[in-house]
């Protein structure tokens, strides 16, 4: 790959305005940013928490701009974008930044497209680096400055800040809004969750009940997307469960929400689930506040987000169905969640008590909804074994299953979440005991 | 025919073609095999079998379902009896098995199913539903700022659902529709969206269905997709329609929103060309005898979206389009102790003009590409039907390798491109012991760019599951499950050009362990559960930057009966980094209990505390929360066809506090008393 001389000529020219950059003492009342350079995606999005020092309380941040190159930005200070190169400026809706005590706080959340576009300038033998450039305004008719953190072009894994870029939450039906009947339990739900970097993923589940104030906008930002000093200061809503989760270098994750049946459905209405992040040791999302000139200490920022995480609702009271009591502790028993099923097992599906019942209908279906297996068992009965040729139905796909509680009119009085199961293909199973007890 | 009993008796000559275990056994009904019988009519079903088959006890099945409970056994006769539940109206067979202990599941045969639905074979069902809420805030402390109290019974929200069916001549509606609705905007469905103009009664889905034959139009809330690189169970508002050409052929169309979508605004989904996706795809079953044995299916994807994250999901979104076209093959032996799936795809795509990132600027843009993507899984049964000293063995093992191009993009997914990965599983089984292994590779950088961070990643996994329950048959063994996970992350060089230091590049290695172990009858289930993460950071200038996590959580849920049950927990998280020292502690415990002294009273009450301290650097938090709720149905008030109100009252206190080396001490106390009723109308 060959480089004109105007191409080698930029070249030179940012590095040497980088090593500039770098090695330069700051001068006083020159505005820092923590970290000066970061890991950063090549294929997809990435965020990044960054800390601004030295305002002194006279400078605003204005807009920020992506760059494939600076140049010297006299008479005002600092490097600022070389307007043939920009990529892109930061969007309205991803701007989360804050200004407390003369700390600036800035999430910076780069689109895959600006990505892209300096993907595009390494396969064409330039830099495949970038930068971000924020601009401060004076308010005393000082020159403007301008600020700059290089982005490296990788792959998103480790030494990329841990941050959340795509968050999805679902129950298992799909539906946008889940209805529930008052006392049934609703099906599992998840979060579908693209992030950068590895490290833990640490928080909570919370749900809004009806007639409690809904949370704002701030209070739906992960922790670490806040500034230090608005930390713990959100406001926290009634704790369904917690978790605390290894996130590997893999950069997709689903992780399973509240045991369903911890979730309230006694009274009608409607339930808000907020997924809460809280924020977590990350070396490579740190700002060290003294090196920006922002303090003493260094903040983490494990699992940044630029954006609120989104919410769930259920609504309890609409569904057809119209259930007695004790639907809350009508659960599954066995087989345990995910379980993997071979053909030899002796497979046994079982589940709680529940009275008021005239029969159990057990369905068993492939998480698309393809209904493999259903079985009436008595009402007494809470066990069922299934016929060995359940395994060549299945044909090595993962399944879910349920129970159904029926009353004597034969409408449902309760059902369970469903549960997945993972089947290994097969054509027979060895000898079972009888069906049902 | 209510109640009547039909005497007329046939003898199936098929019922002796089967099994070998069947040839002694003759299968009759009482009732013509042609004849159609009512849901509610009474009908015998009658074996004759060998003496040595006495033992075993009888199933019946249809189509899919056991509906052995259905019926009443007697000696060689299964009666069936009118019930509330009834037989699945239309033409079934019914088949008969043997189930015994030494020989499982035999078939006996099967004989003809005739089933008139209770409208004649039409139905027509509506089914309205509505939920009035009403609710209000009694107190609180400290009061909102600006001052948003609602009185009781001030603030109404309203839920209605409506479902139908109506099937005539061959040809089914199904309809579904569900709206919310409220006074208080914060709880509009598209708040998030549009904070100042929400609409307070909003569309939350509808599904509305024409079925005829093999044949279906659907319109609202549909799925369309099964190509794992180029569309995938995408869900949103939009039509679909399929049909099938016997067992052989299943053409799928769908054109549907970029993002899912609530409200009554773009009520199809797909009024908007630039947030829109459309597909089709055709599914040839090649050996139609033998489902699944040799599938190919085409699928052609056309879309563009705008930066909208949609309902539900949040997003670092840009505007995109893309069109792709894509193959996906599936293919076993009879026996299937042999599968291979694979696909392939190319995707034509870009990033298209955005105004939110250009703000006026010229950007360079990018330009459209076209790129690939592929897999194939090989899944094959070493170990199958073999047994060591009485103790069934199973061994699979899985092959799977993916190759997703640089840039390679399609709409509907977020396919994580510019990645190659080979990836090993073996999985088997002792009894009723499950035991799980995988090694995997994977590298990015697949265009060789010199100036790009090329990563290797090697991770391997192992997992044990023992049901203890099930091997020992005793209550108090518990089930112990363990996983084991090892993931190397290095960079390959440092990149020339590309800003790139020797402290840049990573080199990673993380373990994660976790033991679960857990007991459950039926009164109460404990759980036990460790987790454990290292990161140990072996690049240039970090290798000190290391970080140990660790979680312990001890799950007691209790339930004596049905009308009570009680859970607590008790948590503590471990988080310590080697290179500042910091070595932050969480510990959290909580109760919730649920009580039902009458049939219309449930009583719950929720506590939970948690805390968290660091010393090296001085941080506290700590935080407890309550909250008691009395719900209260209203059974002296019955409204239209005997629905109940049902009112509740809530007290929540919270305190909180924090304080650090960035942070002043902070301090929140709060309590509130919320009460509310509601009325539902069905």
Not at chain 2, 645 to 669: E, K, L, M, T
Request: proline share 6%; charged share 20%.
């Amino acid at each position: 790959m060959t480089m004109t001389p105007r191409r080698c000529l930029r070249g030179y020219a940012s590095a040497i305005l980088m090593a500039i950059a770098l090695l330069v003492r700051p001068l006083p009342g020159q505005i820092r940013v923590n970290p000066t350079g970061v890991n950063v995606s090549g294929q997809s999005a990435t965020t990044v928490f960054l800390t601004f020092g030295g305002l002194g309380g006279t400078y605003r941040a204005v807009e920020a701009l992506w760059c494939g190159e600076l140049e010297s930005a006299v008479p005002d200070v600092g490097s600022r974008c070389n307007p043939a190169t920009v990529y892109g400026r930061l969007p309205l809706q991803y701007n989360r930044s804050q200004l407390a005590t003369g700390v600036f706080t800035d999430i910076m959340s780069i689109p895959a497209s600006v990505a892209r576009q300096a993907y595009d300038a390494a396969v064409r033998g330039e830099t495949s680096s970038f930068f971000y450039v924020r601009r401060f305004v004076g308010s005393i008719g000082q020159p403007d400055q301008y600020v700059s953190v290089t982005c490296r072009l990788a792959g998103g894994g480790a030494r990329v800040p841990l941050a959340l870029t795509d968050v999805r939450l679902s129950f298992e039906t799909d539906a946008p809004v889940l209805l529930v009947g008052a006392g049934e339990s609703p099906s599992a739900l998840t979060a579908d969750i693209r992030y950068n970097g590895t490290g833990r993923l640490i928080g909570r589940w919370e749900i809004v009940r009806p007639g409690d104030e809904m949370p704002e906008t701030r209070d739906l930002l992960t922790e670490a997307t806040l500034a230090p000093t608005e930390r713990g200061t959100q406001r926290r809503f009634e704790e369904l469960s917690r978790f605390n989760v290894f996130l590997p270098p893999t950069g997709r994750t689903t992780l399973r929400g509240p045991d369903p049946s911890r979730l309230p459905v006694v009274g009608e209405g409607v339930y808000v689930i907020l997924l809460r992040i809280e924020v977590s040791d990350d070396k490579e999302g740190d700002s060290n506040l003294a090196a920006a000139g922002a303090g003493s200490s260094t903040v983490h920022s494990g699992a940044v987000a630029g954006f609120p995480l989104p919410t769930l609702r259920y609504v309890v009271g609409t569904a057809l169905t119209s259930p007695t009591t004790g639907g809350q502790s009508f659960r599954l028993l066995a087989p345990s969640a995910d379980a993997r099923l071979t053909p030899a097992q002796n497979v046994t599906f079982a589940w709680s008590v529940q009275t008021n019942v005239k029969m159990h209908r057990l369905e068993i279906e492939t998480r698309d909804g393809e209904r493999v297996f259903e079985a009436y068992v008595p009402g007494e009965s809470r066990l069922y074994h299934p016929p060995s040729w359940l395994f060549e139905r299945a044909n090595g796909r993962p399944l879910r299953w349920r129970v159904l509680a029926l009353g004597g009119d034969g409408r449902t009085v309760a059902r369970t979440p469903w549960r997945t199961l993972l089947t290994d293909p097969s054509t027979t199973m060895p000898p079972e005991p009888c069906c049902t007890r | 025919m209510p109640g009547a009993i039909l005497r007329a008796v046939l003898l199936l000559a098929s019922a002796a073609q089967a099994a070998s275990a069947q040839d002694a056994a003759i299968i009759s009904r009482t009732a013509r095999p042609d004849a159609w019988i009512a849901p509610n009519d009474t009908f015998d079903v009658v074996i004759q079998r060998r003496q040595e088959q006495r033992s075993a006890r009888l199933a019946a099945v249809i189509g899919t379902t056991d509906v052995t409970a259905l019926f009443t056994a007697h000696g060689d006769t299964l009666t069936y009896r009118a019930n509330p539940i009834g037989l699945p109206a239309g033409e079934h067979k019914l088949t008969l098995y043997l189930v015994d202990y030494l020989n499982g599941w035999t078939e006996l045969g099967e004989i003809p199913l005739r089933v008139r639905n209770r409208a004649g074979f039409e139905t027509a069902s509506v089914d309205p539903a509505i939920v009035f809420s009403s609710k209000g805030q009694m107190g609180a402390e400290p009061r909102p700022t600006p001052d948003v109290r609602h009185a009781p019974l001030e603030d109404v929200s309203v839920t209605a659902g409506l479902q139908s069916m109506h099937t005539r001549e061959g040809v089914s509606l199904r309809t579904q529709a569900n709206m919310l609705g409220g006074s208080n905007r914060e709880e509009a469905l598209r708040f998030a969206e549009r904070p100042l103009d929400a609409p307070k009664i909003d569309l939350a889905d509808y599904l509305v269905t024409v079925e005829r034959g093999a044949g279906s139009i659907s319109l609202g809330h549909v799925a369309f997709g099964q190509h794992r690189h180029l569309i995938n169970g995408l869900t949103s508002r939009g039509a679909s329609a399929s049909a099938k050409w016997g067992p052989v052929a299943t053409l799928s169309l769908a054109a549907l929103s970029g993002t899912s979508v609530v409200g009554f605004n773009n009520l199809t989904g797909i009024s908007d060309p630039d947030h829109r996706i459309a597909g089709g795809s055709l599914a040839l079953e090649l050996l139609p005898q033998r489902p699944g044995g040799l599938r190919v299916e085409a699928t052609a994807v056309d879309g563009s979206i705008l930066p909208v994250a949609g309902f539900g999901r949040s997003a670092i979104a840009d505007a995109e389009a893309s069109e792709g076209l894509g193959v996906r093959f599936q293919a076993s032996d009879a026996g299937q102790r042999h599968r291979l799936e694979g696909g392939y795809s190319r995707s034509r795509s870009d990033y298209l003009p955005d105004s939110a990132l250009s703000a006026g600027l010229r950007l360079p843009g990018v330009t459209r590409v076209a790129r690939n993507a592929w897999y194939a899984d090989l899944t094959t049964n070493l170990l199958r039907d073999v047994a060591m000293a009485g103790i069934p063995l199973t061994l699979a093992l899985a092959l799977r390798t993916e190759r997703v191009d640089p840039l390679y993009r399609t709409v509907p997914l977020g396919v994580r491109s510019d990645v190659g990965s080979t990836e090993m599983d073996i999985t088997g089984s002792i009894g009723a012991v499950a035991v799980r292994a995988s090694v995997a590779r994977l590298r990015d950088n697949l265009s060789r760019i010199p100036s790009l961070l090329t990563t290797d990643t090697k991770a391997s996994s192992f997992g044990l599951e023992v049901p203890g329950s099930s091997l020992v048959r005793q209550a108090w063994f518990p089930s112990i499950s363990v996983a084991v996970q090892r993931i190397h992350q290095a960079g390959r060089n440092v990149p020339v050009n590309s800003g790139f230091a020797e402290t840049h590049v990573p080199d990673q290695l993380s373990a994660v362990a976790s033991v679960a172990v857990q007991w459950m009858t039926n009164f109460w289930q404990l759980r036990v559960q460790a987790n454990q993460s290292d990161q140990d950071n072996r690049q240039v200038g970090r290798e000190s930057a290391d970080l140990l996590n660790s979680s312990y959580v001890v799950s007691l849920g209790v339930t004596p009966s049905p009308r009570v049950a009680l859970t607590m927990d008790v948590g503590i998280d471990g988080a310590r980094n080697d290179e500042s020292g910091e070595h932050l502690r969480t510990g959290r415990w909580s109760a919730t209990s649920r009580l039902q002294p009458f049939d219309a009273t449930t009583v719950s009450a929720t506590y939970s505390n948690t805390s968290a301290t660091e010393q090296v650097f001085g941080i506290e938090q700590a935080n407890n929360d309550l909250r008691v709720e009395w719900q209260q149905r209203l059974p002296f008030v019955r409204l239209y066809r005997g629905n109940v109100p049902q009112a509740f009252i809530r007290y929540a206190r919270q305190h909180f506090s924090s304080s650090g080396p960035i942070v002043d001490r902070v301090r929140q106390r709060s309590w509130s008393m919320n009460t509310g009723l509601t009325i539902p109308l069905r």
